[in-house]
């Protein structure tokens, strides 16, 4: 069954600095993609991030990268100079191959914190 | 485009009344999703819908029904609102032909006292 899992309830990172928030997954899916989503105190879910399960290199979008380790099945974010606008909720989220119909599955989130 | 639109915004219901939130969508999405967020929480799958005419269930689909009424539209009903399904509800839709982004609508606050 699919299992997402964010350990980390809260973290806390010093402006400018560099901050990566845990993210692992369990899947029986050999054919699978993983997603970030940051979820702002307004609410929105906006879209950070893609992976797929066969990309042999790690996604990258501007100051977002994903530190993807398919056989430790992890899946971190990794935010560089972190920025105030950066605080907010963070959710690790997998999608499984299309035969089950793009069923997605979030994670509990990491609430992050950046301090001036 | 609007993307994906919800109504009501907000909702306060009474233990066991009823109600429709409504979802759509007009980016023509094949698939589209149902998913509820407590308080300080992640978002629960509810029910999904791969395409129209088909639907299935997510990690907490009881109390609640589904409905694709269209390629556009996706319906939650819960049939006798319990204080246990306070909550946002999030509509999501995604093309369905390729690991893209999932879009969201703004939510859905209900209340049930």
């Known amino acids: 069954a699919q299992k997402i899992t964010q350990t980390q309830p809260g973290m806390f990172v010093q402006e400018k600095e560099a901050v990566t928030l845990d993210c692992t997954y369990d899947t029986s899916d050999q054919s699978y993609g993983l997603f970030w989503y940051k979820q702002p105190s307004s609410g929105e879910m906006i879209f950070l991030i893609y992976?797929?399960?066969?990309?042999?290199q790690n996604a990258t979008e501007g100051r977002y990268s994903l530190n993807f380790q398919k056989a430790r099945k992890s899946a971190n974010l990794v935010i560089s100079a972190s920025q105030l606008g950066d605080s907010a909720m963070y959710f690790c989220?997998?999608?499984?191959?299309?035969?089950?119909?793009?069923?997605?599955?979030f994670g509990a989130g990491t609430r992050l914190f950046v301090k001036a | 485009n609007a993307g994906v639109t919800q109504t009501p915004k907000f909702q306060v219901l009474k233990t066991g009344q009823s109600m429709t939130l409504q979802c759509a969508q007009d980016?023509?999405?094949?698939?589209m999703y149902w998913y509820r967020q407590d308080p300080g929480m992640g978002l629960r799958l509810i029910y999904y819908?791969?395409?129209?005419?088909?639907?299935d269930k997510g990690e907490v689909p009881n109390g609640y029904n589904v409905s694709r009424l269209n390629k556009r539209e996706f319906s939650l009903r819960l049939e006798s609102a319990a204080p246990s399904q306070t909550s946002v509800y999030f509509c999501?839709?995604?093309?369905?032909?390729?690991?893209?982004?999932?879009?969201f609508g703004p939510g859905t606050r209900l209340t049930v006292l």
């Open positions: 999501a839709s995604i093309r369905g032909d390729s690991y893209n982004e999932q879009f």
């Open positions: 992976q797929g399960s066969y990309d042999e």
């Open positions: 980016m023509n999405h094949n698939s």
């Open positions: 819908s791969a395409s129209e005419g088909t639907t």
């Open positions: 989220a997998m999608r499984e191959g299309g035969t089950g119909g793009f069923k997605t599955i």
